[in-house]
């Protein structure tokens, strides 16, 4: 049973367009979700995050969507950059968790 | 700057061998956490630390154990490593309900 899916493998985009990265959770307990970006051969790193209480946090080009009732989030590059090529991770967790579930993560491509 | 070291990037060993996985972070954190990554699978959870001497099975603790001495150093072993476990290892390491730090993997192949 995989609570936390990302349903597209890949995404490719044209450099300044926008990039949208989709995340489904089936738990409702998850209250804290979470955006990580891995380049190959390195661990990932903490992009952006959202709580349960917002529906949208921002952080320069990246925002992220939170749809709780449709059990939902989206992150959003705008625009993006040949740079922001790399697997993106979205993971969830519940308040007193100490870990995290991640999804299977989407590769963003983003040609020049 | 945070920091989590692994042992090794890269390392192959054969069927059967023992083979630990050595994972120190310098940040004072408390949970620390061991997971592997296939291509399609994402990061599977194998083993979780909430504290030294304390551990918890992850989604996919078969075939693994781990060992937490030190507040800085979680280890990972394979008792006998088979070939289905070649995979890159990610240690990571978070304060309590916090965002995870990631090491940069170490690539194991089994031969």
């Known amino acids: 049973d995989q609570q936390v899916k990302q349903n597209s493998p890949s995404l490719s985009v044209q450099e300044g367009r926008i990039s949208i990265l989709n995340c489904d959770y089936t738990n409702s307990m998850f209250d804290y979700f979470l955006w990580y970006k891995k380049y190959p051969a390195e661990g990932p790193t903490f992009l952006i995050s959202i709580s349960s209480i917002k529906d949208k946090n921002e952080d320069g080009r990246f925002t992220v969507f939170l749809n709780k009732s449709a059990k939902h989030l989206s992150l959003h590059i705008v625009p993006s950059q040949p740079g922001d090529s790399a697997v993106y991770f979205c993971a969830a967790r519940s308040t007193n968790a100490g870990k995290s579930t991640f999804g299977d993560g989407t590769t963003l491509t983003v040609k020049p | 700057d945070v920091k989590v070291t692994q042992s090794s990037r890269y390392l192959v060993k054969r069927t059967g061998e023992k083979v630990f996985l050595e994972c120190v972070q310098d940040?004072?954190?408390?949970?620390m956490f061991w997971y592997r990554q296939d291509p399609g699978l994402g990061l599977r959870l194998i083993y979780f630390?909430?504290?030294?001497?304390?551990?918890e099975k992850g989604d996919i603790p078969e075939g693994y154990s781990v060992s937490r001495e030190k507040k800085e150093r979680f280890s990972l072993i394979l008792e006998s490593a088979s070939t289905n476990q070649t995979s890159m290892y990610l240690c990571a390491s978070s304060p309590r309900r916090d965002t995870q730090y990631f090491g940069p993997g170490t690539r194991l192949t089994v031969l």
């Open positions: 630390s909430y504290d030294v001497k304390m551990k």
């Open positions: 940040m004072d954190h408390e949970n």
